[in-house]
T-cell receptor, first 114, second 111 residues
Framework: DVKVTQSSRYLVKRTGEKVFLECVQD?????MFWYRQDPGLGLRLIYF???????EKGDIPEGYSVSREKKERFSLILESASTNQTSMYLC?????????????FGQGTRLTVV | SQQGEEDPQALSIQEGENATMNCSYK?????LQWYRQNSGRGLVHLIL?????REKHSGRLRVTLDTSKKSSSLLITASRAADTASYFC???????????FGKGTRLHILP
Protein backbone atom coordinates (compact mmCIF):
# COMPACT_ATOMS: atom_id res chain seq x y z
CA ASP A 1 0.00 0.00 0.00
CA VAL A 2 1.50 3.28 -1.12
CA LYS A 3 2.14 5.84 1.52
CA VAL A 4 2.96 9.49 2.03
CA THR A 5 3.60 10.26 5.68
CA GLN A 6 3.70 13.69 7.25
CA SER A 7 5.53 13.86 10.54
CA SER A 8 2.85 15.68 12.53
CA ARG A 9 -0.93 15.82 12.36
CA TYR A 10 -1.21 18.92 14.54
CA LEU A 11 1.44 21.46 15.41
CA VAL A 12 1.40 24.65 17.49
CA LYS A 13 4.34 27.02 17.19
CA ARG A 14 5.17 30.52 18.39
CA THR A 15 5.67 33.54 16.15
CA GLY A 16 9.28 33.79 15.05
CA GLU A 17 10.10 30.12 15.55
CA LYS A 18 11.76 28.10 12.81
CA VAL A 19 9.40 25.29 11.85
CA PHE A 20 10.16 22.07 10.00
CA LEU A 21 7.43 20.03 8.35
CA GLU A 22 8.61 16.63 7.20
CA CYS A 23 7.20 14.42 4.49
CA VAL A 24 8.31 10.92 3.52
CA GLN A 25 7.06 8.76 0.64
CA ASP A 26 7.76 5.08 0.06
CA UNK A 27 6.85 4.87 -3.62
CA UNK A 28 10.18 5.94 -5.15
CA UNK A 29 8.43 8.94 -6.74
CA UNK A 30 10.53 11.63 -8.34
CA UNK A 31 8.07 14.49 -7.81
CA MET A 32 7.14 15.87 -4.43
CA PHE A 33 4.94 18.84 -3.60
CA TRP A 34 4.01 21.07 -0.69
CA TYR A 35 0.63 22.79 -0.70
CA ARG A 36 -1.20 24.89 1.83
CA GLN A 37 -4.97 24.79 2.09
CA ASP A 38 -7.05 27.65 3.41
CA PRO A 39 -10.85 28.03 3.47
CA GLY A 40 -12.15 29.46 0.22
CA LEU A 41 -8.72 29.37 -1.43
CA GLY A 42 -8.34 25.69 -2.18
CA LEU A 43 -4.85 24.20 -2.44
CA ARG A 44 -2.04 26.52 -3.35
CA LEU A 45 1.35 25.21 -4.40
CA ILE A 46 4.24 26.41 -2.24
CA TYR A 47 7.17 24.43 -3.65
CA PHE A 48 7.75 21.53 -5.95
CA UNK A 49 10.73 19.18 -6.35
CA UNK A 50 11.31 16.86 -9.31
CA UNK A 51 14.59 15.35 -8.12
CA UNK A 52 16.98 15.25 -5.20
CA UNK A 53 18.35 18.73 -4.47
CA UNK A 54 16.09 20.22 -7.17
CA UNK A 55 13.28 22.59 -6.32
CA GLU A 56 10.96 25.02 -8.03
CA LYS A 57 8.86 27.76 -6.55
CA GLY A 58 5.12 27.40 -6.69
CA ASP A 59 2.56 30.16 -6.45
CA ILE A 60 3.25 31.25 -2.85
CA PRO A 61 6.88 30.52 -1.86
CA GLU A 62 7.42 33.66 0.23
CA GLY A 63 8.29 32.87 3.82
CA TYR A 64 9.05 29.23 3.03
CA SER A 65 12.01 27.16 1.92
CA VAL A 66 12.38 23.46 1.17
CA SER A 67 14.99 20.74 1.36
CA ARG A 68 15.24 17.51 -0.64
CA GLU A 69 18.44 15.71 0.37
CA LYS A 70 17.04 12.24 -0.26
CA LYS A 71 14.53 11.08 -2.84
CA GLU A 72 11.98 9.92 -0.30
CA ARG A 73 12.01 12.99 1.94
CA PHE A 74 10.83 16.53 1.26
CA SER A 75 10.93 19.08 4.06
CA LEU A 76 9.12 22.40 4.25
CA ILE A 77 10.77 25.05 6.39
CA LEU A 78 9.16 28.15 7.80
CA GLU A 79 12.20 30.33 8.52
CA SER A 80 10.36 32.58 10.97
CA ALA A 81 6.80 31.52 11.56
CA SER A 82 4.10 34.15 11.39
CA THR A 83 0.41 34.02 12.27
CA ASN A 84 -0.57 34.26 8.60
CA GLN A 85 1.12 30.91 8.07
CA THR A 86 -1.49 29.22 10.22
CA SER A 87 -2.94 26.71 7.79
CA MET A 88 -3.32 23.09 6.74
CA TYR A 89 -0.18 21.89 4.95
CA LEU A 90 -0.41 18.99 2.53
CA CYS A 91 2.46 17.02 1.06
CA UNK A 92 2.09 14.93 -2.10
CA UNK A 93 4.22 12.85 -4.44
CA UNK A 94 3.87 11.58 -8.00
CA UNK A 95 5.84 9.75 -10.65
CA UNK A 96 7.84 11.66 -13.24
CA UNK A 97 6.29 10.62 -16.55
CA UNK A 98 5.68 12.28 -19.87
CA UNK A 99 1.94 12.37 -19.34
CA UNK A 100 1.99 12.78 -15.57
CA UNK A 101 0.21 10.57 -13.09
CA UNK A 102 -1.89 11.00 -10.03
CA UNK A 103 -0.60 12.59 -6.85
CA UNK A 104 -0.66 10.71 -3.56
CA PHE A 105 -1.27 12.83 -0.51
CA GLY A 106 -0.31 12.68 3.11
CA GLN A 107 -2.89 13.24 5.83
CA GLY A 108 -1.93 16.87 6.28
CA THR A 109 -0.42 18.91 9.09
CA ARG A 110 -2.60 21.53 10.72
CA LEU A 111 -0.21 24.23 11.85
CA THR A 112 -1.23 26.96 14.25
CA VAL A 113 1.15 29.87 14.83
CA VAL A 114 0.40 31.83 18.00
CA SER B 1 -2.04 31.58 -9.94
CA GLN B 2 -4.52 28.75 -9.67
CA GLN B 3 -5.28 26.88 -12.83
CA GLY B 4 -8.60 25.22 -12.15
CA GLU B 5 -11.80 26.89 -11.08
CA GLU B 6 -14.62 24.65 -9.89
CA ASP B 7 -18.27 25.47 -10.16
CA PRO B 8 -20.42 25.50 -8.10
CA GLN B 9 -18.57 26.32 -4.88
CA ALA B 10 -21.13 24.31 -2.92
CA LEU B 11 -23.82 21.82 -3.85
CA SER B 12 -26.51 20.10 -1.79
CA ILE B 13 -28.57 17.30 -3.29
CA GLN B 14 -30.80 14.48 -2.10
CA GLU B 15 -29.36 11.02 -1.74
CA GLY B 16 -29.89 9.08 -4.94
CA GLU B 17 -29.71 12.12 -7.21
CA ASN B 18 -26.84 12.82 -9.58
CA ALA B 19 -24.24 15.47 -8.76
CA THR B 20 -22.44 17.45 -11.43
CA MET B 21 -19.40 19.62 -10.82
CA ASN B 22 -17.58 21.69 -13.41
CA CYS B 23 -14.00 22.82 -13.74
CA SER B 24 -12.50 25.44 -16.02
CA TYR B 25 -8.79 25.97 -16.54
CA LYS B 26 -6.58 28.46 -18.30
CA UNK B 27 -3.60 26.94 -20.08
CA UNK B 28 -2.80 23.81 -22.08
CA UNK B 29 -2.63 20.56 -20.14
CA UNK B 30 -1.44 16.97 -20.42
CA UNK B 31 -4.17 15.67 -18.19
CA LEU B 32 -6.86 16.71 -15.76
CA GLN B 33 -7.53 14.93 -12.51
CA TRP B 34 -10.31 14.91 -9.94
CA TYR B 35 -9.73 14.40 -6.23
CA ARG B 36 -11.95 14.01 -3.19
CA GLN B 37 -11.21 15.31 0.29
CA ASN B 38 -13.13 14.23 3.35
CA SER B 39 -13.26 16.80 6.10
CA GLY B 40 -9.81 17.75 7.38
CA ARG B 41 -8.02 14.89 5.64
CA GLY B 42 -5.65 14.43 2.72
CA LEU B 43 -6.87 14.26 -0.85
CA VAL B 44 -7.65 11.01 -2.61
CA HIS B 45 -7.29 10.63 -6.36
CA LEU B 46 -10.53 9.69 -8.14
CA ILE B 47 -9.93 9.74 -11.86
CA LEU B 48 -7.53 11.07 -14.48
CA UNK B 49 -8.43 12.03 -18.04
CA UNK B 50 -5.75 12.72 -20.62
CA UNK B 51 -5.87 15.65 -23.00
CA UNK B 52 -6.61 13.37 -25.97
CA UNK B 53 -9.60 11.77 -24.23
CA ARG B 54 -13.13 13.17 -24.18
CA GLU B 55 -14.87 10.98 -21.64
CA LYS B 56 -13.92 8.51 -18.97
CA HIS B 57 -15.87 6.32 -16.55
CA SER B 58 -14.97 4.76 -13.23
CA GLY B 59 -17.78 3.12 -11.28
CA ARG B 60 -20.35 5.84 -10.52
CA LEU B 61 -18.01 8.57 -11.80
CA ARG B 62 -18.11 10.03 -15.27
CA VAL B 63 -15.63 12.69 -16.35
CA THR B 64 -15.71 14.69 -19.56
CA LEU B 65 -13.04 16.94 -20.98
CA ASP B 66 -13.46 19.64 -23.61
CA THR B 67 -10.02 21.04 -24.42
CA SER B 68 -11.45 23.57 -26.86
CA LYS B 69 -13.42 25.14 -24.02
CA LYS B 70 -10.79 24.34 -21.41
CA SER B 71 -13.39 22.73 -19.20
CA SER B 72 -14.20 19.44 -17.52
CA SER B 73 -17.13 18.03 -15.61
CA LEU B 74 -17.42 15.35 -12.96
CA LEU B 75 -20.71 13.49 -12.67
CA ILE B 76 -21.44 11.30 -9.65
CA THR B 77 -24.48 9.14 -10.29
CA ALA B 78 -26.84 7.76 -7.64
CA SER B 79 -25.23 9.78 -4.87
CA ARG B 80 -24.75 8.35 -1.38
CA ALA B 81 -24.21 9.92 2.01
CA ALA B 82 -20.58 8.79 1.85
CA ASP B 83 -20.06 11.03 -1.20
CA THR B 84 -20.29 14.09 1.05
CA ALA B 85 -16.87 15.69 0.65
CA SER B 86 -15.00 18.42 -1.19
CA TYR B 87 -14.05 17.73 -4.79
CA PHE B 88 -11.11 19.32 -6.54
CA CYS B 89 -9.97 19.36 -10.12
CA UNK B 90 -6.26 19.54 -10.82
CA UNK B 91 -4.34 20.08 -14.01
CA UNK B 92 -0.92 18.79 -14.95
CA UNK B 93 1.21 19.40 -17.97
CA UNK B 94 3.05 22.03 -19.84
CA UNK B 95 6.81 22.16 -19.43
CA UNK B 96 6.90 20.77 -15.93
CA UNK B 97 5.12 18.27 -13.72
CA UNK B 98 3.42 20.72 -11.44
CA UNK B 99 -0.06 19.69 -10.38
CA UNK B 100 -2.20 22.75 -9.85
CA PHE B 101 -5.50 22.60 -7.99
CA GLY B 102 -8.66 24.66 -8.05
CA LYS B 103 -10.63 25.90 -5.07
CA GLY B 104 -12.98 22.93 -4.91
CA THR B 105 -16.68 22.17 -4.72
CA ARG B 106 -18.22 21.22 -1.39
CA LEU B 107 -20.79 18.49 -1.98
CA HIS B 108 -23.37 17.67 0.67
CA ILE B 109 -25.66 14.68 0.22
CA LEU B 110 -28.90 15.05 2.14
CA PRO B 111 -30.52 11.92 3.58
Amino acid sequence: DVKVTQSSRYLVKRTGEKVFLECVQDMDHENMFWYRQDPGLGLRLIYFSYDVKMKEKGDIPEGYSVSREKKERFSLILESASTNQTSMYLCASSLLTEMNTEAFFGQGTRLTVV
Amino acid sequence: SQQGEEDPQALSIQEGENATMNCSYKTSINNLQWYRQNSGRGLVHLILIRSNEREKHSGRLRVTLDTSKKSSSLLITASRAADTASYFCATAGGRDDKIIFGKGTRLHILP
